[in-house]
């Protein structure tokens, strides 16, 4: 049975300030607003759509949920989100082992990817150093980066990473994570470099065209020299 809703009369409340709707669409809709960027007219929006629907449509909705949730891990090696563990990039042999490049989330990762210009390995953040946000370098795997960096047997294969790429975004706080990571793996015997600036000041990854990101990773640059070097 599909139900029909005017949502022109979503505004309307008892008085006293109760909710209108029935209990189960007010539950829905408070579950819908705790999502990122949905307020209440957002919220009330999708629950009409829900509603207007047929069942099979709400009944594929909650199993693809419920599948994301129980069926998507991340990698143990990159964190980056997976099925299988590690993640089919970490098991790829034709990837070079010798490179891992870095980024804050796994969307950052997705939009490199397709590009086709990155051949190495990854390392997801899984967030940026933000201390006005509560967001320190412990609540981000760069204990699991450094540890990978240390030990070759924390990379796939067993090889040693030779050269490190930060991906942050350039933002204050991506700005923020890079130098913190350059402080950590400053006398460590890896090459570090940086993404160039072929990325517009304050964008994000998500937001660069392909042309934009290929050109930031064939003109990345060196911040620190190779070990035994000048």
């Not at 997976?82 to 990039?89: F, L, M, S, V």
Request: net charge negative; aromatic share 4%; charged share 25%.
């Amino acid at each position: 049975m599909c139900l029909r809703y005017d949502v022109s009369e979503t505004a309307r409340h008892h008085a006293g300030g109760s909710p209108a709707y029935p209990a189960p669409v007010e539950r829905l809709l408070v579950e819908l607003t705790r999502l990122p960027g949905i307020g209440r007219r957002s919220a009330e929006r999708l629950a009409f759509h829900i509603l207007k629907g047929d069942a099979e449509g709400a009944d594929r909705l909650a199993r693809a949920i419920q599948e994301v949730k129980s069926e998507i891990g991340h990698c143990s090696v990159c964190s980056n989100l997976t099925e299988a563990d590690p993640c089919p990039i970490c098991t790829n042999p034709k990837r070079d082992r010798t490179m891992v490049l870095v980024v804050e989330q796994p969307k950052d990762l997705i939009a490199l990817e397709q590009t086709a210009m990155y051949g190495g390995l990854y390392h997801v953040l899984l967030g940026r150093v933000s201390p006005l946000d509560g967001i320190g370098p412990e609540s981000l795997t760069i204990a699991d980066l450094l540890r990978r960096v240390d030990d070759p047997a924390g990379n796939p294969d067993g090889v040693a990473i030779q050269e490190v790429i930060l991906g942050m975004n350039p933002t204050v706080e991506g700005d923020g994570t890079a130098l913190y990571l350059m402080e950590q793996l400053r006398d460590r015997p890896v090459r570090v470099s940086r993404l160039a600036r072929g990325l517009p000041s304050g964008w994000s990854m998500e937001m660069a065209s392909k042309a934009v990101l290929a050109d930031a990773i064939e003109g990345r640059r060196q911040l620190k020299h190779e070990p035994g070097g000048a």
